[in-house]
T-cell receptor
Framework: DTEVTQTPKHLVMGMTNKKSLKCEQHMGHRAMYWYKQKAKKPPELMFVYSYEKLSINESVPSRFSPECPNSSLLNLHLHALQPEDSALYLC???????????FGPGTRLTVL | QKEVEQNSGPLSVPEGAIASLNCTYSDRGSQSFFWYRQYSGKSPELIMFIYSNGDKEDGRFTAQLNKASQYVSLLIRDSQPSDSATYLCAASGYSTLTFGKGTMLLVSP
């Protein structure tokens, strides 16, 4: 199994909703990442988990809350989002921090 | 601040030509370099990585690295319309990847 999976593929939510994005990998990778990507922009790093511990938080607003239940799973909990948070949310994993990362297919999030 | 610079394009080439994509980086501590291809609405896909000075070839793709000039390039030989995408250059040091803004490549039939 050499891929990163993400669910759901699409998500529409209101500003008062609480939802979660899920990511899973079975490649034995020890680093997992959340990126946010707006149209025609490069991926923007949000969080890095290394060996299941949060190692980097790029000053992301608290309405985004990451969670790493185990070495294969990564969640992103969403609460009270704003319309400007609408974007493609990408999960990635790599063997170690900073080495070549494999991306999941992404979740297209729309906040109404 | 670590930066990776790419020309946003679009770079237009005819089918069968060689496409040359370029990237410069600011952090001399960067050790590894990656090229990702991203089709519109899809996630980035890793197509090449290079760690050492010189050339690395894989099929129609050649990555070139010059650490002294802090310069990375990607050559695509025999370009096909299916190669039309945005190509993201990324550099890695001791922590995470730093992405360039990407170059859009258009290959016309």
């Amino acid at each position: 199994d050499t891929e990163v999976t993400q669910t759901p593929k699409h998500l529409v939510m209101g500003m008062t909703n609480k939802k979660s994005l899920k990511c899973e990998q079975h490649m034995g990778h020890r680093a997992m990442y959340w990126y946010k990507q707006k149209a025609k922009k490069p991926p923007e790093l949000m969080f890095v988990y290394s060996y299941e511990k949060l190692s980097i938080n790029e000053s992301v607003p608290s309405r985004f809350s990451p969670e790493c239940p185990n070495s294969s799973l990564l969640n992103l909990h969403l609460h009270a989002l704003q319309p400007e948070d609408s974007a493609l949310y990408l999960c990635a994993s790599s063997q170690e921090n900073g080495v070549r990362a494999s991306f999941g297919p992404g979740t297209r999030l729309t906040v109404l | 601040q670590k930066e990776v610079e790419q020309n946003s394009g679009p770079l237009s080439v005819p089918e069968g030509a060689i496409a040359s994509l370029n990237c410069t980086y600011s952090d001399r501590g960067s050790q590894s370099f990656f090229w990702y291809r991203q089709y519109s609405g899809k996630s980035p896909e890793l197509i090449m990585f290079i760690y050492s000075n010189g050339d690395k070839e894989d099929g129609r793709f050649t990555a070139q690295l010059n650490k002294a000039s802090q310069y990375v390039s990607l050559l695509i030989r025999d370009s096909q319309p299916s190669d039309s995408a945005t190509y993201l250059c990324a550099a890695s040091g001791y922590s995470t990847l730093t992405f360039g803004k990407g170059t859009m490549l258009l290959v016309s039939p």
